[in-house]
């Protein structure tokens, strides 16, 4: 059993992960500004914080063995979540990443495509600067990033899910697609089975 810190522990794919981690008996301190939301569950602590307090954060991830964040880029500052997490003493940092800064050929980020999503396009300009902060973070940090397909939306947990590394995962026609329970299954394999330190991964159908 581990201890873990999730940070967004009450957005959709956050519930998800939170949910996966305690059915495989971890002890999860569900972090997010409004916690009434959440189960009660022996296994569940939550705690109300403000991501963007320095000295609230620290003190809220002290003492856990990986900080996983869920929380959205836009509201996300990269630097204070990685100074937050060294002061904090916690080596495991994972991250749940967007599918923006994939690659849809080599060096052409989805993102960049003319007809990628105005809406989602702020977001994932952010998502991949975050990437690109963690990257040139020095070794000391054992840091994750996993990004989804294209279509990450609910669904069923199945289990059965490929993986790649900075590549956006399509089907035969074309699809990128996983659901947010399938991706829970997934980081929760890389928390217990860590095979991608200080790197992005992917994941679809």
Do not use: C
Request: charged content about 20%; proline content about 5%; overall charge negative.
């Amino acid at each position: 059993m581990a201890k873990i810190a999730l940070l967004g522990a009450t957005g959709n794919v956050g519930r998800r992960i939170l949910d996966e981690l305690v059915a495989r008996g971890h002890q999860v301190t569900a972090l997010a500004r409004r916690v009434t939301s959440l189960p009660a569950h022996s296994l569940i602590t939550p705690r109300s914080v403000d991501a963007g307090n320095e000295a609230e954060l620290v003190a809220a991830l002290t003492g856990h063995d990986a900080v996983i964040s869920a929380l959205p880029f836009l509201s996300s500052d990269p630097d204070l979540l990685i100074r937050s997490v060294k002061a904090a003493g916690v080596a495991r940092y994972l991250v749940v990443g967007g599918a923006g800064s994939l690659e849809v050929a080599p060096g052409v980020k989805l993102l960049d495509v003319p007809d990628f999503p105005a809406i989602y396009l702020a977001e994932a300009t952010r998502g991949s600067a975050f990437l690109d902060r963690l990257r040139k973070e020095p070794a000391g940090l054992d840091w994750t990033m996993l990004s989804p397909a294209a279509l990450f939306v609910p669904g069923e947990r199945t289990g059965h899910f490929r993986l790649a590394d900075d590549e956006l995962l399509t089907d035969g026609a074309g699809n990128s697609t996983v659901s947010l329970e399938d991706y829970a299954v997934a980081l929760a394999n890389e928390v217990e089975h860590p095979a991608h330190r200080r790197r992005r991964f992917a994941i679809a159908y």
